[in-house]
């Protein structure tokens, strides 16, 4: 498997991850199986989300064995900081880690989106806040805006954008 380097962190990641979704409903040995079996063809991107069901009880076990050898990316739609930090603990306990390699603010595409994530008592001082408890390693977002990004891109140093290109 073909790996990249994510911007200049030093890491390098498989170009084809592995999308926690898959899992989503699946029995524990199957869980297990694709896991394992994504592994063993060298994905080591791991990405997972709370709206994807079921998906994080599915993985966690199922990447636990693994887990210091993959890049485990989570995200989140909270748009403020008490409930991205309930989430952020919930998705970590739900996962088995201690950490999230990445941490991202998920579907961000309006003004209302970035001003409530940026303002007092928003999404990215959680985020700062669990990058300094090394919670997590790396902060970023995804979009459905250019308007958006180029907003967030402005007000704050991330470490990558998630951004759809057709």
């Known amino acids: 498997m ?17 999308g926690g979704i898959v899992v989503k409903d699946a029995d524990p040995d199957e869980s297990s199986r694709l896991v394992s079996e994504a592994i063993d063809r060298g994905i ?12 994080q009880e599915k993985l966690g076990p199922a990447l636990e064995s693994y887990r210091n050898d993959v890049f485990l ?32 603010m998920h579907g961000m595409t309006t003004d209302a989106d970035v001003d409530e994530v940026l303002g007092p008592g928003g999404a990215l001082e959680t985020f700062v806040k669990a990058r300094e408890q090394g919670l997590v390693r790396f902060l970023g977002f995804s979009a459905h805006s250019v308007e958006a990004a180029s907003r967030l891109l402005e007000a704050f140093e991330f470490n990558s954008v998630l951004f759809p290109l057709n």
């Open 44 to 55: 080591n991107y791991f990405d997972v989300a709370p709206r994807y069901g079921n998906a």
């Open 73 to 104: 990316a989570c995200k989140t739609r909270e748009r403020d900081a008490v409930n991205a930090e309930r989430e952020l603990h919930d998705s970590l306990k739900k996962l088995r880690t201690d950490h999230f390699d990445l941490y991202q």
């Open 2 to 18: 073909d790996k990249r380097p994510y911007g200049n962190t030093g890491e390098m990641l498989s170009i084809i991850g592995f």
